[in-house]
C-alpha cells in the first residue's frame, strides 16, 4: 500500500535538473537532500524549517542581496557558486559588519546537468565555510528548458555590527585618500576569456575572493578614519568613484600611474577595445580613508594577501560638479565618466 | 566636458528593459531611482548603500528566502510582486517572527517592458507598505532576450522573535489537531486559467495573502501549545501534511468532508484531472495544536478574515510508516501520499 519509498533515486553522475525538482514534492525534497544539504552542511539548516532561526549577540545588522546571472558558470579562478558567496560576504562586510549567514536561492533550468549543480553548490560550501560563514536557509525553482540560462543564484547576508565606525557613501571630505586594493579588471577579462563569441587567450584568473578579513583589518587599523568602502564590482573602478563622488557631493582626483594592473589584463583589454577602468572585480576594494590615517591603513592592507598591492590612487577634492577626473600616465586630465550603457553583460 | 548629465531619460510607458539596466552604470541607476525607490520608498532603501543597515530590538532572529518564477506574471488576484513579499511575509512569519524588513532582487529579461515592471514594483511596495514591512535593499541584473522569462524576483525577508513558543516541524505529538484556515487550491487554479495552453473559465483568484497577522492571533491564543504552522504552497496540503509527518514521526488521519474547498475550485480541478490536496495555496496555513487549545485557537482564527472558514480537518496519529490518510466523502480511506513528480511548473 504504502508508496513512501517508491521515490526514484537522484542520479547525481548523469541526471539533469526536471521540472519535478521544482514541485515541491519528493524529487524536491531528494534534490535537496543529496545536494544542498551535505555541501552547506551546517546545524541551522538542517532544521529544515521554511525559515532559519538564530541568535545574534548586537541588534545592530547589516543585510544585502544580490543575484548572479555570470555566463559562463565556469570561469578561470572561480564558477558563479564561489561568486555567489563571495559576493555577498563582500556586501555585508563593506558595510562594517562580520558576514554570518546567508539563505541561497536556486533557479534552475530544465536539463541542467545534475553534476554540474553538485560542483557549485559544493563550491559554495567551501567558500562558506572558509569564510566562516553558513549558508542556512534556501529555495529551489525549476523553470523549463529555454526559459532560464542553466543556474541563476540569489544570495542573502546577514551579519553583525560589533564596531562603532559608521560607514557611509555621503561622509567623504575633500583631502581624504582613496585606497585601491589591487589589480583591476581580472574578473571581467577572466569571464570574457571564456565567451563563446571571443577567441583570445589568456592567463588571467578572476579575482574573485572574500574580503571581510581584510575589510576587518582596514576598521581595525582605521576606525573613525574610514569613510566608506566599495568593491568595484559591474561597472569597474570608474562607475564606484562616481557613484561615491555624488553621494558625498565631492570630486575626486586619481592618478593613473598608481591603479595596479596585470599586463595581460592591459593587454586583453586593449585587444578587446576595454577600458579597464570599467570592467568589473570581484575581489577588490576601495577604501576612502581620512588623510591622517591613510599610511598606516596603506600599510595595513598590503601586510594582508588580498591587499599586498595596494596603492593611494588618488584623492577627493572639492567639486561642484562631483567630477572623477584622472591625470593619465603622459600627464594630461582626462574625466572618468558613468558608464553610460552596456558594457559587458552577465559579468557576475 | 560634463556629461554628468547626459544620461538618456527612462521611458516608463513605452520603453522595455535594456542589457544597459543592468551593467552598474547610469542606465542602472536611473531604472532604481525611477522604478524601485519611489515604489519602495523607506529611509533606509534610500541611503542607497550596498547593504542595509538597522537595529532590532532583540537577536533572536528568523530569516527565509524564496524565488518567484510565476507564469504568468500577472493572474486573477494578483501579481508575482505581491506573491514574491506575502510569500517571504508568511515564510517569517510562520516561524513566529514578526516580519520587519525584506530584501528583493530582480533578474529580468532584456525586452521586458518597464511599465509592467512598474506595476509589478508598485504592488510590492503596496504589499510591504500593508504588512508594514519595508523593502530595504536589493539587487537587478538583465539577462539577454530569451535567457529569462520576463522577470524573476528573489525576495528574503527578516523577522525578529519576541514570543517564546518554540515551533517546530518536528515536535507534533498523537492527538495533537490539524487546523486549516481554509479553502484550498485558489491559487493554482487561478493561475493555471491564464496559462496560454489551458482553456476553461473560472471566477476563482488567487488566495495570496499576508498571514503574519493571524499568526500572531494563533500565537496569542495558542501559545505553546502550538507545535508549528506550515504555509501549503507548492504541492499543496498534502505535501505539507507528509513532510510534517515525516519531521515529526507520526501519521495523520485528515477528514475530506472538513477540508474547505470553493466549489469552483473542485469542478475547475476535476476539469483539469488534478487532486486539490496538491494544488498550490498562497494565503492559507496548516496550524497543528495540542488538543487542549484546538477549539480556542480555531474560535480565534475563525474572527481574523484570513480564517473565517478554518477548520479542524484531522489529527496526528501514531504511525510508525508516517502516512497521512484521509477519510474520505463516502467514508473509505486512502492514502494521501508524498507528490513524486511534477505536478504544475512555476505555480510560485
Chains 1, 2 share one sequence.
Not at 579562478?77 to 558567496?85: D, H, P, Q, T, Y
Request: glycine share 10%; hydrophobic share 45%.
Amino acid at each position: 500500500m504504502s508508496n513512501k519509498h517508491r521515490r526514484s533515486p537522484i542520479d547525481l553522475n548523469d541526471g539533469v535538473v526536471e521540472l519535478a525538482h521544482g514541485a515541491g514534492g519528493s524529487a524536491m525534497t531528494m534534490l535537496i537532500s543529496e545536494i544542498f544539504y551535505p555541501a552547506f552542511n551546517n546545524d541551522l539548516l538542517l532544521q529544515q524549517n521554511d525559515q532559519a532561526i538564530f541568535n545574534v549577540d548586537t541588534g545592530k545588522l547589516a543585510f544585502a542581496t544580490d543575484s548572479f546571472v555570470v555566463s559562463p558558470l565556469f570561469f578561470p579562478g572561480g564558477n558563479i557558486g564561489s561568486l555567489a558567496v563571495n559576493g555577498t560576504i563582500n556586501d555585508i562586510a563593506l558595510g562594517g559588519a562580520t558576514p554570518l549567514y546567508l539563505s541561497a536561492s536556486f533557479i534552475l533550468e530544465e536539463g541542467f546537468p545534475l553534476k554540474k549543480l553538485v560542483i557549485i553548490a559544493k563550491t559554495m560550501g567551501a567558500c562558506a565555510h572558509a569564510a566562516g560563514v553558513k549558508i542556512i536557509t534556501g529555495d529551489t525553482k525549476v523553470v523549463e528548458r529555454g526559459k532560464a540560462d542553466g543556474v541563476f543564484i540569489t544570495t542573502t547576508g546577514i551579519g553583525v555590527i560589533r564596531n562603532q565606525t559608521v560607514l557611509s557613501a555621503n561622509q567623504i571630505m575633500p583631502g581624504d585618500c582613496v585606497i585601491l586594493s589591487g589589480e583591476i579588471g581580472d574578473h571581467g577579462v577572466a569571464i570574457l576569456s571564456k565567451r563563446e563569441n571571443l577567441n583570445f587567450e589568456t592567463n588571467i584568473i578572476s579575482d574573485q575572493a572574500a574580503l571581510h578579513e581584510l575589510i576587518q583589518l582596514i576598521l581595525e587599523v582605521g576606525g573613525d578614519h574610514i569613510r566608506v568602502m566599495r568593491d568595484p564590482t559591474r561597472g569597474g573602478l570608474a562607475s564606484a568613484l562616481n557613484e561615491l563622488a555624488e553621494k558625498s557631493d565631492v570630486g575626486f582626483v586619481i592618478n593613473e600611474n598608481k591603479i595596479p594592473i596585470n599586463s595581460s589584463v592591459a593587454a586583453a583589454c586593449e585587444f578587446l577595445g576595454l577600458d579597464p577602468l570599467y570592467v568589473a572585480n570581484e575581489g577588490k576594494l576601495i577604501a576612502v580613508v581620512a588623510p591622517s590615517a591613510a599610511a598606516d591603513v596603506l600599510t595595513a592592507m598590503r601586510s594582508h594577501p588580498l591587499g599586498y598591492q595596494a596603492e593611494i590612487i588618488g584623492v577627493a577634492i572639492e567639486d561642484s560638479r562631483f567630477f572623477v577626473q584622472m591625470i593619465t600616465r603622459i600627464g594630461g586630465r582626462r574625466i572618468i565618466d558613468h558608464l553610460s550603457g552596456e558594457l559587458l553583460p552577465r559579468i557576475c
